[in-house]
């Protein structure tokens, strides 16, 4: 061998010694009875059973065993027992199936012993079952079937696992949904450590991503976790430790690593058991974007309802695409500033809330106007909606109210039922003064109250002079101080002086802002706005000690009509303007859709009729976000307000 071949073999050999490859398990995808799951890598327990044991509860050549715990607390465990737990498993949840019974373990606490003789073996016999028994459990009977006694090292809850046949480890499992209407960025799941990491699986053969969502037999609500098992998906604008923020822009999630803390809004929600199973799509820096023609970085969610073809508005797109569409998602968290929840909530007909501001801190969150952002959800439930609300804005709301107003403000209203949209609005008017046992119902017009009566702050400036720019010139020269100017820095110093690409949208509005205003115009916009505050909350929408607030307001939020997103539209402009949507939002009021029914339309998509949501917005004064709350729920109760449905149908 020569001196040259011999030093070839030698490095190779050095490094062999010497180079360990970063190798690490990220779980597995599996199909049980045609369902598509994943094996998550953490091992959650490990059961001690016998080397015979596992192998005769195994598949050949596969090497996770699909396993379900089953916890039971009755006095004896019978046929009867088992067969009804398990249709109670099959019922409450969409992880669990019965090709998981092919191994059971049984964690028996009734005061006598656990019958797994005939006729039971005949109920596990039905479903391939092999039985698991803790040493701690009835020896009699289990030894009489033949089975090895075995334990496992750490307790955990019910509900469907996966356990390798070579070692017992047991592993969570995960089913894996299509993500179809391209809501979601990322999905994820928890680390031991309280960061979040990426769920890498995907369903084979499918284009779209796959979000795992966990058994809801996992978890237990309780008073400290009152979201125990909620499944709940998050904008990406909020911070998540362990993954990356993308705001809806493309270079801006290249540019920065994974944040190493979670906003505290979403910690809320987590530590009242809520359970992130992915972050969301939003337009590009949370500024209003329309699909074909605005999205350029990512593509537009799909909106379930009707042909599956209109506009799912924005800002908050993906958690509004997730409520219509995903019954495996049960609340959304996103953002309001002006519009960003409303929109969604009205399009995609769900719940959904702007609250008052300050309700939570906006820490960890992209800002497009501290002076106007806010953190709400977008939901099916309003149940839910109301512990998330708790949950998340803690003592800043209150809830226990045993009045409500029983007067009731409409603002551009419909006046006759002069269409499908116009019948519905005026119904469920018409029953809501009837609930809130209110006399009548009085239509205003903001600008006309304002010159009416107007504050001697304003100077004799009519309401559109005085916040016609404000909203544009908060958003502009608040977000380019606090984001644009430093994320260009920091792309141009890692990318050799460059600029990242933007959206049009957004471009437009930052270049309004440094081009077409004053320097000062976002700090006049703000002092504006409070002019404008004190004088609403004198004049039109008061707090009360009975109500807290001494009306509503309602204006309409959706009226039905089809914004189809294959039609290219002018290019974005700047959103100027009063509309009582902006107003609440500078009156600081809570600003909560409700979805009261749909109406048909001819869909030139599909050629047939089609329904499309009927939403109001109902406003109150500052801090009453509780009595709204729980006006929902009342309406709910009196048959007055329905759960919509996922899908192209709502109701």
Avoid at 327 to 353: M, Y
Wanted: contains cysteine; proline residues 6%.
């Amino acid at each position: 061998m020569s001196f040259k071949v011999m030093k070839a073999v030698f490095t190779a050999l050095t490094l062999v010694s010497y180079v360990t490859a970063a190798v690490s398990e990220s779980g597995k995808t599996l199909v049980v009875d045609g369902i598509n799951y994943y094996a998550a890598p953490e091992v959650v327990s490990i059961i001690d059973a016998s080397a015979d044991m596992l192998a005769r509860a195994s598949t050949t050549g596969v090497d996770l065993i699909p396993l379900t715990v089953i916890a039971d607390s009755s006095s004896s465990f019978t046929t009867t027992v088992f067969r009804a737990m398990v249709d109670n498993y099959t019922a409450s949840d969409d992880v669990f199936n019965k090709g998981f019974l092919q191994a059971v373990y049984l964690k028996h606490t009734g005061s006598a012993p656990a019958n797994v003789q005939y006729p039971l073996g005949a109920a596990l016999t039905q479903y391939g079952t092999k039985l698991f028994m803790p040493a701690r459990a009835y020896q009699s009977s289990v030894t009489a079937q033949g089975y090895t006694i075995t334990g496992w090292r750490t307790e955990i809850p019910a509900g469907p696992y996966f356990m390798s046949a070579r070692t017992g480890n047991v592993y969570q499992a995960y089913r894996l949904y299509q993500d179809s209407n391209g809501a979601f960025m990322q999905s994820l799941k928890p680390n031991t450590d309280g960061s979040y990491s990426v769920l890498s699986a995907a369903v084979p053969g499918d284009d779209t991503l796959s979000i795992g969502v966990p058994s809801r037999l996992y978890y237990t609500k309780t008073a400290a976790k009152p979201l125990a098992g909620v499944r709940i998906g998050i904008k990406d604008i909020y911070d998540i430790a362990g993954v990356k923020t993308s705001n809806g822009n493309r270079a801006y999630y290249d540019l920065y690593p994974a944040r190493t803390a979670t906003a505290p809004a979403v910690q809320r929600l987590i530590d009242a058991g809520a359970v992130v199973v992915g972050k969301q799509k939003t337009s590009q820096f949370a500024n209003g974007e329309s699909p074909t023609a605005d999205w350029v970085d990512y593509h537009c969610p799909f909106n379930a309802r009707g042909d599956g073809y209109q506009d799912p508005s924005s800002s908050s797109s993906g958690p509004g695409a997730s409520a219509g569409a995903y019954d495996w998602v049960d609340i959304n968290l996103g953002s309001d500033t002006g519009g960003s929840i409303r929109g969604p909530s009205g399009a995609n007909g769900c719940f959904g809330n702007r609250p008052s501001h300050g309700l939570v801190t906006l820490d960890g969150v992209m800002p497009l106007s501290p002076d106007l952002d806010t953190a709400g959800f977008l939901t099916r439930d309003p149940i839910l909606w109301h512990t998330a609300a708790k949950a998340m804005y803690g003592t800043n709301i209150t809830s226990n109210f045993t009045s409500l107003p029983r007067k009731i403000l409409t603002s551009g209203f419909p006046t006759t039922a002069n269409s499908e949209a116009a019948s519905i609005l005026l119904d469920f008017l018409s029953k809501l003064q009837t609930f809130l046992k209110a006399n009548s119902t009085t239509p205003i017009v903001p600008a006309n109250l304002w010159a009416a009566n107007p504050p001697a702050e304003a100077s004799g400036v009519s309401l559109s002079g005085l916040l016609n720019l404000a909203y544009p010139a908060m958003i502009s020269q608040q977000q380019y101080s606090l984001l644009t100017l430093p994320f260009y820095a920091d792309y141009a110093a890692a990318n050799n002086g460059k600029r990242p690409f933007v959206n049009p949208s957004p471009l437009i509005r930052w270049a309004y802002g440094q081009n077409n205003l004053p320097a000062d115009a976002s700090v006049q916009a703000v002092q504006n706005a409070t002019i404008f505050r004190n004088w609403w909350s004198s004049n039109v929408i008061k707090t009360s000690p009975d109500t807290c607030s001494d009306s509503i307001l309602l204006y309409v939020s959706s009226s039905g009509s089809p914004s189809y997103r294959n039609r290219y539209n002018s290019a974005p402009g700047i959103p100027t303007g009063i509309s009582i949507g902006r107003l609440s939002g500078f009156a600081e009021e809570p600003d909560m859709v409700f979805p009261i029914g749909q109406a048909s339309y001819n869909s030139t998509i599909s050629g047939q009729e089609e329904f499309l949501p009927v939403a109001v917005s109902v406003v109150a004064a500052k801090g009453c976000d509780g009595m709204v709350f729980t006006l929902a729920e009342r309406l709910v109760a009196a048959g007055i307000l329905k759960v919509p449905k996922t899908g192209s149908v709502a109701f």
